[in-house]
């Protein structure tokens, strides 16, 4: 079947603007990921949602990020007043087992890339 | 904190060789290591877990060994090929709880013709 998508693939924006990034994970997958990766470096967590639960936002780096799962499926990340700090990867990863029961692997999507002028 | 270390520098290996590399973590002991493989502009694709309790797993031509007494993790290709050219990252996980995936930085493996 088919794989983690997200949308846009790259984004570019001014400072201050507003951007939300789409993830379309794996169907059925519970567990639903976003990471920030910055060049050179290893993905780092944001944030995890269980169906639509957000169980874990300890990795969002301020409050103006912001995600959503409302109906469990596709999630969207969504920044405010965009600072040139942001600019990263941003990955989306979905998993069949929740976190928390045991070991897990990660499906991810390409990743959109943000670049914040 | 917890925090894991991979060879920053490149590893440049010839073709047919063995593809060693390491990783080591700090301040923690987690129930389970994983390495996963990210070619440019791709999102991490999982290869392998070893749990704390396996001292080595293997899949085809990869191999992963985990020193829970080291605090370390190695990751073989043999015959290593071309294609088998990207970053690899080392990623650990605990048990229970909300057990987060934590990343390496990865190490990027270039193999020669």
């Known amino acids: 079947g088919a794989g983690v998508s997200q949308s846009p693939r790259y984004k570019v924006a001014k400072r201050g603007q507003d951007v939300a990034l789409r993830c379309d994970p794996i169907?059925?997958?519970?567990?639903l990921f976003w990471y920030q990766q910055a060049l050179g470096q290893g993905p780092e967590f944001l944030t995890y949602f269980q169906n639509e639960a957000q169980l874990d936002k300890s990795g969002l780096p301020s409050d103006r990020f912001f995600a959503e799962r409302p109906e469990g499926s596709v999630s969207t990340l969504k920044i405010q007043r965009t600072q040139q700090e942001d600019s990263a990867v941003y990955l989306c990863a979905s998993s069949s087992n929740p976190m928390g029961q045991g070991s897990y692997e990660q499906y991810f999507g390409p990743g959109t890339r943000l670049t914040v002028t | 904190s917890q925090k894991i270390e991979q060879n920053s520098e490149a590893l440049n290996i010839q073709e047919g060789k063995t593809a060693t590399l390491t990783c080591n973590y700090t301040?923690?002991?987690?129930?389970?290591l994983q390495w996963y493989r990210q070619d440019p502009g791709r999102g991490p694709v999982f290869l392998l877990l070893?749990?704390?309790?396996?001292k080595e797993k293997r899949k085809e031509r990869l191999k992963v060994t985990f020193d829970t007494t080291l605090k370390q993790s190695l990751f073989h290709i043999t015959a290593s090929q071309p294609a088998d050219s990207a970053t690899y990252l080392c990623v650990t996980q605990g048990s229970g709880g909300y057990n987060k995936l934590i990343f390496g930085a990865g190490t990027r493996l270039a193999v020669h013709p």
């Open positions: 301040n923690y002991s987690p129930a389970y």
């Open positions: 070893i749990r704390e309790n396996e």
């Open positions: 169907s059925g997958h519970v567990s």
